[in-house]
């Protein structure tokens, strides 16, 4: 069998004179979770909706399942779920009635009784839709992709609005899908959420994919220095690290200042460049607290991919 469940290639999407997505190519693996990850308006939400057959390419050639899914909607629909962000439930529609109803639809589906205890919605069963909180609300779109045994689902920030225990049983319930042989294509801003979940991440930004990989691989070597300590030099501090080094700054709670050394060399990050930071700061009297050696984490990668700017859109 093909293990590949989204084929994305070229994919080009317009609205009016504003290229959405350009020339955007990426890959989703069976029993994999995909991660799109990108800021508000790099395209992420069009090429998933094209994938989903909510709407059409203006270029490229996209399958799903093997499938054009648009061409062949009526063969993909019960072989794919969809969580939306919001909506798609009735208001006055009860929590239990429901999801028994979007499980009739399906030759073989989950009993929707399991999925309301594992989702801990058993409280809320006999309430409208409209009288659930956020994060019920949530977890009950969840049940409704995932009831029909789907090969391929589509889950669009799954956690928003959830609280600890619901986050953490909602990420059990995504490994599960992916130990079960789901294809889980995963579209989120919690970047911590990526990176435990994504087995690949694909990182859209204006329209194209930036960088792409398992999350370890994206963030593989990437270490930085960084202390606090009142105002120093920092073009000082820079001048006495290797070629290629870099030092940002910023206010701390206190009034202090946090400092975050690193370099373009990653081999170079070992004990010689700390001893080279600490022995600048004892040069200079600086008091450097706090003094660690972090792994970069999938934010800072997609902070720095993407910049720190807000966007209106």
């Keep these: 069998m093909d293990t590949a469940a989204v084929e994305v290639v070229d994919l080009v999407k317009r609205y009016g004179a504003t290229t959405a997505v350009s020339g955007l190519t990426f890959s989703a693996r069976r029993g994999a979770v995909t991660a799109l990850l990108g800021p508000n308006g790099a395209g992420k939400t069009s090429t998933i909706e094209i994938c989903e057959g909510f ?4 270029g490229g050639r996209v399958r799903v399942l093997g499938l054009d899914p648009v061409a062949d909607a009526t063969a993909l629909k019960p072989r794919v779920g969809v969580m939306p962000q919001s909506g798609g439930v009735p208001t006055g529609a009860r929590a239990a009635e429901w999801l028994n109803l979007m499980a009739s639809f399906h030759a073989s589906p989950i009993a929707p009784a399991v999925l309301m205890e594992r989702l801990g919605l058993n409280s809320v069963a006999a309430t409208p839709f409209r009288r659930l909180s956020g994060g019920q609300q949530q977890r009950l779109s969840l049940a409704c992709a995932v009831v029909g045994r789907p090969e391929l689902v589509f889950l669009d920030e799954p956690t928003a609005g959830l609280d600890p225990q619901a986050r953490m049983a909602t990420w059990d319930l995504v490994s599960a899908l992916r130990e079960a042989g789901v294809a889980v294509i995963l579209s989120t801003h919690h970047m911590e959420e990526a990176e435990r979940l994504a087995d690949h991440v694909v990182i859209i930004d204006r329209g194209a994919v930036v960088a792409e990989g398992a999350p370890a691989a994206l963030t593989e070597g990437r270490r930085e220095v960084c202390f606090s300590s009142t105002p120093v030099d920092s073009s000082a501090l820079l001048a006495a690290l ?7 700054d910023g206010a701390t709670a206190d009034g202090r200042r946090e400092y975050v050394v690193t370099t373009d060399d990653a081999a170079a990050l070992g004990p010689e ?4 930071v600490t022995a600048w700061c004892a040069s200079a009297g600086v008091l450097a607290e706090d003094l660690r050696v972090r792994r970069r984490t999938l934010e800072d990668v997609f902070l720095e991919l ?3 700017e807000l966007r209106d859109q």
Aim: no cysteine; net charge positive.
């Design 55 to 58: 709407r059409r390419a203006d």
């Design 242 to 248: 290797p070629e290629g080094s870099r030092v940002a």
């Design 306 to 308: 993407t910049g720190r």
């Design 273 to 276: 460049f700390l001893a080279t």
